[in-house]
């Protein structure tokens, strides 16, 4: 893989990368048609990382079908799929790990420990790999933005980090590859979680400026569908997810929202000037 | 830095790097000197990284003269120094760290707890920026270049790690920029570490196979100038740093030795076949 991007480079090519752990959905088709529009050759990694899961998550029934998501890769463009094994990527004696504070901490990283720094290490290693100018992530996994823009800049990969808006289903659904573990009921309740937001956003946008109503009107609109648990609500500063009590005019802030349907975990969030 | 680089890479340079810590001494040289041998194109850092130092380490008064370095660079054939500030390697917010387990808890690692993942970290960095095809340590910091190169395979760095011989006086000091702490009488009594480790080379060679005989060989050597302080003395296999108690023929182990002299503290290295 290596060797084939630094011929690329030297061929005075340049690659953009979107990192998946398959399960391919229209989210990541959309970051795979959006590649070519930074790059001249497009390159998708498909491998489900064992460091980013906990021992009690979901990693041995995560949804994998190789065969289908290439297939689906160069549907839409992708030149170079990258499909290691896990001893490819983690040999027996491997010692290295990355942590990064801050951001790290709080909401998905409290909840999940260790997952950040799964996220990091397997991305950092994608990265020497792969070599890309552009590498492409999703608005669905907001704070894993922020912490790969964080480990870009502190590391001084010589990386454009690219973020794409959430693709939804007409109904509101945000696309994620743990939609497959919901029936069709449960993705219909599901919608509650962007109706939700769109609640909050339309309230600020009427003048709404405090934080604890805001996050109020959101749980409550979720409570109508009580099979929805929700895990947290915030509303926070998009640049550093740090808390404040009233908005101000301009405020560039972010919903984030976890909650189970059943034994799945969702996670979905919107970007709101405020 | 990194333009410079990728201008070389696109027009098919290789790049050799030294990453260094300024106060250049005939150590340092020699690695400038091999450089060419492999690559294209000579580059070296020059960057006292504070990260690398504890609180109670002498990073203030570590020897800094970048002048003088540069132009010692600049007649070693060095095409490009890289001499970046604090601020410019590590902004105000800085959330990421790198962490290497096994190796780094023994001998210097255990001493000095956030030394190797300091040294990581700004390699890890320095190896993004300047983007090398082939790095530069010498054998001196036996341990750490066996960090770096755990690094490079974990993190998946394409980047090959060369590693050069320790560069000595003719009464046998190891070349290092601590030396510039030591009066005259103290470099003369610093040699009975080298001394210290030929005799063990020689018990080895005659027979002796016991680690603690070895290590006793050493230390009661060492003991002859009251003044040097024992820290460690270890003889352990080359690959791991693990300790057996009786080594075989055809073993490659390594003495490591640290000893206090007065205030400075000396490391030193004897790579033996036995």
New interface residues.
Partial sequence: M?EIS?EL??A?KTIGFVPTMGALHLGHLSLFEAVKQYADVAMASIFVNPTQFAPNEDFDKYPRDLKKDVEMAELYGIDYVFAPSNDEMY?K????????????KVFEGERRPTHFDGV?LVV??LF??I?PHYAFFGQKDYQQTLVIK??V??????IDVVVRPTVRLENGLAMSSRNNYLTDDEKEKATIIYKSMLEAKSAISLGERNKEKIVKIIVEKIAEVPELKIDYVAVVKQKDLSEVDNFVSGDEIVILIAAFLGKTRLIDNMLITV
């Fill in positions: 290596t630094c480079i030297k005075g040999s004696n491997f010692l290295t790990n990355i942590h990064l504070d801050g951001i790290t990091a950092a290693k020497n790999i070599k964080q480990m800049k502190d590391l001084n990969f010589d």
